[in-house]
C-alpha cells in the first residue's frame, strides 16, 4: 500500500503516524495540516512532511486517508469539514481516546462516497509536539478500531490494515464497550494521577523518589486533551471512580482498624493484578 | 573511611550497600547476616561479601557499622539483639521507611557505648533479593538521618558521612516530620497504587498501557514490607489519605457537574505540582 495521507493536527501522535508511515512505506505522499504555522515548521524540521498546510480542503483533496489527530472535542467537526472536501472512496479515521460520542455523530452521516471508522492508539507520551515525534510509538503498541453499526466491513479492513502496516496491533471493538474500558485502563489513573500530586505540599518535594514520580507521571499532559477527554466520557469515567473510591475506603479502615488480615489482602489483589501486566 | 561492615539482611538494599561500600572503599571487610541461607548463598555469589554467616552477634562483633535492612517492624528488637553483641564505640542505623517508632524505642536506650542513629534512603525498586542489588543505587540519591534528642551530634556525624561516601544527598531530619512527610511521598502513593491495580477487572488487562503500567508500578512491591510500613505510620498515613480522598471527591464533583472551570483548576495544580518534580 502507497497512500496518499493527509494528518490533520501534526503533534506527537500525528508527527509519529507521519514518520512511521514513510519509513515503513506505508505511504507515498504525506501531507500535515495544522491551525499553527509554528507546528508546521517544526515538523517541516524534522522532514516528516511531503507538504505543509494550514488549509484543511488542500491538504485533503488528494488523501486516500485521513487521520484526524485533534482533541475529542473537535473530532467531529474535524470529520465533516474534511469530509466536504475529500475525494470520493476517502476513508477518515482519528486517534481519539473516546470513541462513543464520534461513532454516534459520524457513522454513515458523511457525504456520499466517504467514510469514518474511529481508531484508539493506546500510545503516546506526556510530551507534545511534533519534536518528540516517534517513528516507532506504534510498535507492539494496540491499536482499538471501533466501527459503527453503518461501517461497511471493508472501510473497517483498510483502517485495521493501516495501522498493522505501521507496526501495531489491532483489535475492532464496539465504541461503548471501547469507552466503558479506557475510563478505568486510562482515564482513571490519569485523574488519581493528578489528584495525587495535587496533594503535595510544595515542600516536600525534595522527598518525593521514584515511587511519587511514577505514579503521578501522567498528571503531566496537557490540560486541553485530557479536560477534553474527562467530559467526552464523563458517565463511565465517574463510574470506575466510584469502584477506585470504594477500595480507597477499604483500605482506609483496614488502616483504621490496624486490621492487618485486610491489609493483606487489599495489597495481594493489588499486586497480583499489577504482577499480571508484566 | 575504612570500616568493618556488618549488613544486617541481604537484600535489594543490604545488598546495595555492600556493593557500594566495597566498590567506594568505603568498607576494609564487609559481613552480611542474613536468617536465609538461600539469600546468603544469592549475596555470595555476587561477590558482595567477605563473609556470610546467620548468626548475628558473630556478624557484629568486630562491626564499627551496623545496617539493619530489615523489615520497619523487626528493627527495634533486632537493634537490641545486635547491641547486646557489638563492641563498645559501633554505631547502628537502619534504612527503614518509618522513623518516630524506632528512635522512640532507641534512642540513648541501647547498652553503653552502642549507639543508633536512624536513616532512610530514598532509593529502592519493587524488586527484592541481592540479585537485584546495585552499587550505584544510592547515588544523585537523598538519604534521610533522624536523630533523636539524645543521639550524640558526632554519632549523627558518622551515619552522615557514611550515607555521603555511597553517593547519596543526606539530609537530617526529626523523625516525627519524616515519618509525616514520608506518609504523603512514599506511602500514600503505594496505597493509592495497590488500589488502583485492585480495582482492574482482569478482561481489561489487555487495553493498559503506559499510563496504567507507571501509575500503579509500585503496587508490586511485596506484602510484608509495606504492610508494616502502612501499619507503623497509620496516622500520618491515615491523615495524607483523607487529603487525597477529598481531592478525589473534589474531581467526581466537577465530572458529574460537567464542570470545564473546576476541571482545568484541579488539572492545572496538579500538572504544576508534577512538573516542578521534573
Same mark, same amino acid.
Given at each position: 500500500?502507497?497512500?496518499?495521507?493527509?494528518?490533520?493536527?501534526?503533534?506527537?501522535?500525528?508527527?509519529?503516524?507521519?514518520? =512511521? *508511515?514513510?519509513?515503513? $512505506?506505508?505511504?507515498?505522499? #504525506?501531507?500535515?495540516?495544522?491551525?499553527?504555522? @509554528?507546528? +508546521?515548521? !517544526? /515538523?517541516?524540521?524534522?522532514?516528516?512532511?511531503?507538504?505543509?498546510?494550514?488549509?484543511?480542503?488542500?491538504?485533503?483533496?488528494?488523501?486516500?486517508?485521513?487521520?484526524?489527530?485533534?482533541?475529542?472535542?473537535?473530532?467531529?467537526?474535524?470529520?465533516?469539514? =474534511? *469530509?466536504?472536501?475529500? $475525494?470520493?472512496?476517502?476513508? #477518515?479515521?482519528?486517534?481519539?481516546?473516546?470513541? @462513543?460520542? +464520534?461513532? !454516534? /455523530?459520524?457513522?454513515?452521516?458523511?457525504?456520499?462516497?466517504?467514510?469514518?471508522?474511529?481508531?484508539?492508539?493506546?500510545?503516546?507520551?506526556?510530551?507534545?509536539?511534533?519534536?518528540?515525534?516517534?517513528?516507532?510509538?506504534?510498535?507492539?503498541?494496540?491499536?482499538?478500531?471501533?466501527?459503527?453499526?453503518?461501517?461497511?466491513?471493508?472501510?473497517?479492513?483498510?483502517?485495521?490494515?493501516?495501522?498493522?502496516?505501521?507496526?501495531?496491533?489491532?483489535?475492532?471493538?464496539?465504541?461503548?464497550?471501547?469507552?466503558?474500558?479506557?475510563?478505568?485502563?486510562?482515564?482513571?489513573?490519569?485523574?488519581?494521577?493528578?489528584?495525587?500530586?495535587?496533594?503535595?505540599?510544595?515542600?516536600?518535594?525534595?522527598?518525593?523518589?521514584?515511587?511519587?514520580?511514577?505514579?503521578?507521571?501522567?498528571?503531566?499532559?496537557?490540560?486541553?486533551?485530557?479536560?477534553?477527554?474527562?467530559?467526552?466520557?464523563?458517565?463511565?469515567?465517574?463510574?470506575?471512580?466510584?469502584?477506585?473510591?470504594?477500595?480507597?475506603?477499604?483500605?482506609?479502615?483496614?488502616?483504621?482498624?490496624?486490621?492487618?488480615?485486610?491489609?493483606?489482602?487489599?495489597?495481594?489483589?493489588?499486586?497480583?493484578?499489577?504482577?499480571?501486566?508484566?
Amino acid at each position: 500500500m502507497r497512500l496518499t495521507l493527509a494528518v490533520v493536527g501534526v503533534g506527537l501522535l500525528g508527527g509519529s503516524i507521519a514518520l =512511521a *508511515a514513510r519509513q515503513r $512505506r506505508v505511504a507515498g505522499r #504525506i501531507v500535515g495540516c495544522d491551525r499553527s504555522e @509554528g507546528v +508546521l515548521e !517544526r /515538523a517541516a524540521a524534522c522532514q516528516m512532511l511531503d507538504m505543509a498546510t494550514t488549509d484543511l480542503a488542500l491538504a485533503v483533496a488528494e488523501a486516500d486517508l485521513v487521520v484526524l489527530c485533534l482533541p475529542v472535542d473537535a473530532i467531529v467537526e474535524g470529520a465533516f469539514r =474534511a *469530509a466536504a472536501h475529500c $475525494r470520493p472512496g476517502a476513508l #477518515i479515521t482519528d486517534v481519539g481516546s473516546t470513541k @462513543g460520542g +464520534l461513532v !454516534r /455523530a459520524l457513522d454513515g452521516r458523511l457525504p456520499a462516497g466517504v467514510a469514518f471508522v474511529g481508531s484508539h492508539p493506546l500510545a503516546g507520551s506526556e510530551k507534545s509536539g511534533p519534536e518528540h515525534a516517534r517513528a516507532d510509538l506504534f510498535e507492539n503498541r494496540l491499536v482499538v478500531v471501533t466501527p459503527g453499526a453503518k461501517t461497511p466491513p471493508a472501510d473497517v479492513a483498510r483502517v485495521m490494515t493501516f495501522w498493522h502496516a505501521l507496526g501495531a496491533s489491532v483489535v475492532p471493538m464496539p465504541a461503548e464497550e471501547h469507552d466503558r474500558a479506557l475510563a478505568m485502563t486510562s482515564h482513571l489513573p490519569h485523574v488519581v494521577a493528578s489528584a495525587l500530586a495535587g496533594v503535595l505540599p510544595p515542600e516536600w518535594q525534595f522527598l518525593t523518589a521514584t515511587g511519587f514520580r511514577d505514579t503521578t507521571r501522567v498528571a503531566a499532559g496537557g490540560l486541553e486533551m485530557w479536560r477534553a477527554i474527562f467530559l467526552a466520557n464523563r458517565e463511565p469515567l465517574l463510574h470506575v471512580l466510584g469502584r477506585f473510591r470504594a477500595r480507597l475506603e477499604e483500605y482506609t479502615a483496614a488502616l483504621a482498624a490496624g486490621d492487618a488480615e485486610a491489609l493483606a489482602r487489599l495489597w495481594l489483589e493489588g499486586k497480583q493484578s499489577r504482577d499480571a501486566l508484566g
